[in-house]
């Protein structure tokens, strides 16, 4: 069964500092989809940046990179020059494939401190 | 509309009641899904729609829990009897196509569901 694990539960950042926000993900299928999406405390889950799993290359998107490691199941998340406006929850996801399901992990709240 | 529309965007309701949430996706979007998210916690799947294709239903947590999608377009999720556990934000998404890597999928503010 396909599974995602986010191992911090919260994490701090001081303002315009780089951070790094973990995603392992377990799978059998060799094609699937990995998307980080970010929670305000509003309540609408925003996309932010995808990775498909035969991509060569990082994802970017802006201040959003995603350091994609295949052979170690990992897609962390790594938001360069932190925003107050950056405060938040961040899921990690994935799509398998043959399916449009989104499978989250439990996700990270990010508190960036001025 | 732009984005993917929720109504009610809050509702309190009393224990043992129906309750019916609305979700009116993107324009064009082909596939439609429900999610729900209890405090502090990940998403849950739910249903999902796919253009005419049998629902994949698999995430109802309870035959208390159906959903319809009339025209391929409006969504309705109705919950009956319901319990306090229910109490959730439901999330209602889109995307232009159901399968496909790179298909991004476009989430609803939400409908907050109270059950006291």
């Known amino acids: 069964a396909q599974k995602i694990t986010q191992t911090q539960p919260g994490m701090f950042v001081q303002e315009k500092e780089a951070v790094t926000l973990d995603c392992t993900y377990d799978?059998?299928?060799?094609?699937?989809?990995l998307f980080w999406y970010k929670q305000p405390s509003s309540g609408e889950m925003i996309f932010l940046i995808y990775?498909?799993?035969?991509?060569?290359q990082n994802a970017t998107e802006g201040r959003y990179s995603l350091n994609f490691q295949k052979a170690r199941k990992s897609a962390n998340l790594v938001i360069s020059a932190s925003q107050l406006g950056d405060s938040a929850m961040y899921f990690c996801?994935?799509?398998?494939?043959?399916?449009?399901?989104?499978?989250f992990g439990q996700g990270t709240t990010l508190q960036v401190k001025p | 509309g732009a984005g993917v529309s929720q109504s009610p965007s809050n509702k309190v309701t009393e224990k043992g009641k129906d309750v019916e949430l609305r979700c009116d996706p993107i324009?064009?979007?082909?596939?439609l899904y429900w999610y729900r998210q209890s405090l502090g916690q990940g998403l849950e799947f739910l249903i999902y729609?796919?253009?005419?294709?049998?629902p994949d239903k698999s995430g109802l947590p309870s035959d208390r829990f159906s959903a319809e999608r009339t025209g391929g377009s409006v969504s309705t999720l109705t919950i009956q009897r319901t319990q306090q556990e229910d109490s959730a934000v439901y999330l209602c998404?889109?995307?232009?196509?159901?399968w496909g890597l790179g298909n991004t999928i476009y989430f609803g503010e939400g409908s907050w569901l109270t059950v006291v």
């Open positions: 998404a889109s995307s232009p196509q159901g």
């Open positions: 799978t059998s299928d060799q094609s699937y989809g």
């Open positions: 990775q498909g799993s035969y991509d060569e």
């Open positions: 996801a994935m799509t398998p494939r043959g399916t449009g399901k989104l499978i």
């Open positions: 324009s064009g979007h082909t596939a």
């Open positions: 729609f796919q253009g005419n294709s049998a």
